[in-house]
């Protein structure tokens, strides 16, 4: 994954040995313009035997530390997991740590802190140092676990940091007597191909912060069962929807039902419409009479519902005289409906009529698994007209396509296992088969060490 950029444009890589799988020499992966990193192993951190006792550097961090303190923590940083020394080119001086390693706050979560002189604070390393160290987890520890940093809540300075490179407040802990904040990074789910790229192309979404995570249902819930023959008869007779005619159906809130109406005009005499019309407020709800006075105007068989009960549509779409869901949408990212119609009407009914745009692609192959049309003037009617000229064989050729694919693709349970385990996966041993780091159990625990938190403060004695 690729790094954060940073505000003037530099990247500044840490020292990080590479993963098992990764071939590249560890000297072109750490080196830019600016900073060079160091695994500690081979070099100590700096330094600065003034600072412990600074009051203005530890005054995120609960106040100076004893000088054998201070010692114990610098004896163990050779064998702490993923420390990593940040070195300025420039003059070749450390000027800070990285560190990478268990939180001991919730097992098989992992956190990270920085440590930064205050001589380098203002330069953007640290947050370049940071922001960078963020995507080598990743990339570099697949199933690594969760990554948190924790600061003052006070801390302001570090506060904007974590927030500039993407990651966001989710647990307001306490800690050295004051309110910390838990960061995490912030994720974006990647539910489809049309709303991924319309976020890139006109948000600059990051494709690095995306994570797959397809739209599904659940696919065993009882309302997303067929309903049986009685049940949907029953139903439907209670709507008044005549028997023995082809019927289109629709429902939505608003979107593109008045031209449904419209378009429907040229079968006036072929189909009867049932409608449901969503309708969330008092200026919506006005449109219902509208609804219904064209449809007579255009001498439409028409059933317009002003009311919703799942199991209306769930009972139009496996009604045998259905004979598609009209989804006549000006726009739809991924749209539900089309997923619930296909396990609703997997026996008898709907095949689904959407049109050629946006997400309805990713869900609908034209004549596979249901019917598209371009949205354009009199497309529609043409549409439906495919619609009412399939033969009972072709439309339960469509149904089962549309069942399979929805059972194979859209399986909610599954997709957040996957999800879940892009971050959390259970492993064997901890991250402890990087090269040249010692195993889990040679390191100090670091459950032991001091809390970890975001702060100008110097890296060693």
Known sequence: ????????????????????????????????????????CGRP????PGRRADDR????????????????????????????????????????????????????????????????????????????????????VPGGGPLVAVTQKANRASCRMLEAIGMTVVDEPDGHGARQYLYTRAWVADIG???????????????????????????????????TGTEAERIVRALGIPAGRPVVAAVGRTKGLDVLIEELAPLHG????????VLTDDDRAALLDAYRERSAELGLSATIIGRYDRNIPRALAAWPDTIAMAVPSRGETLA????????????????????????????????????????????LTAGLRRAVALTSDERARLRAAAHRKVLNQRNAAEHLATL????????????????????TDARTPRSKAPTSTHHPLEATP
């Open 1 to 40: 994954m690729p790094s954060p950029a940073a505000p003037n444009g530099l990247a500044c890589l840490l020292a990080s040995l590479p993963a098992a799988t990764d071939t590249t020499p560890a000297g072109d992966r750490t080196r830019t313009e600016r900073a060079i990193g160091c695994d500690p």
């Open 336 to 379: 539900n409906v089309v997923f619930e119609t296909a396990l609703w009407a997997q026996h008898t009914g709907a095949i689904v009529l959407a049109p050629n745009i946006d997400g309805f692609p990713e869900q609908i192959t034209d004549g596979h698994n249901g019917l598209l049309y371009d949205p354009a003037p009199g497309a």
């Open 420 to 439: 879940l385990a892009t971050f959390w996966q259970p492993r064997a041993t901890r991250v402890a088969t990087l090269h040249g780091h010692p195993a």
């Open 270 to 277: 072929t189909v009867h419409l049932a409608m449901i019309a």
């Open 57 to 140: 550097v530890r005054a995120h961090l609960g106040g100076p530390v004893t000088e054998d303190r201070v010692a114990a923590r610098q004896a163990a940083y050779p064998t702490t997991a993923d420390a990593f020394t940040v070195v300025r080119v420039a003059d070749q001086r450390p000027i800070g740590l990285v560190t990478i390693g268990a939180d001991h706050r919730c097992e098989g979560r992992a956190e990270i802190s920085d440590q930064m002189l205050p001589a380098a604070c203002g330069e953007g390393l640290g947050m370049e140092a940071v922001a960078t160290a963020v995507s080598w987890w990743t990339d570099a």
């Open 193 to 227: 191909d049309f709303l991924t790229r319309h976020l890139q192309d006109q948000y600059g979404l990051d494709p690095g912060t995306l994570r797959a995570w397809p739209s599904g249902l659940a696919l065993t819930a009882a309302d997303l069962a067929p309903p």
């Open 45 to 48: 951190p700096p330094a600065r």
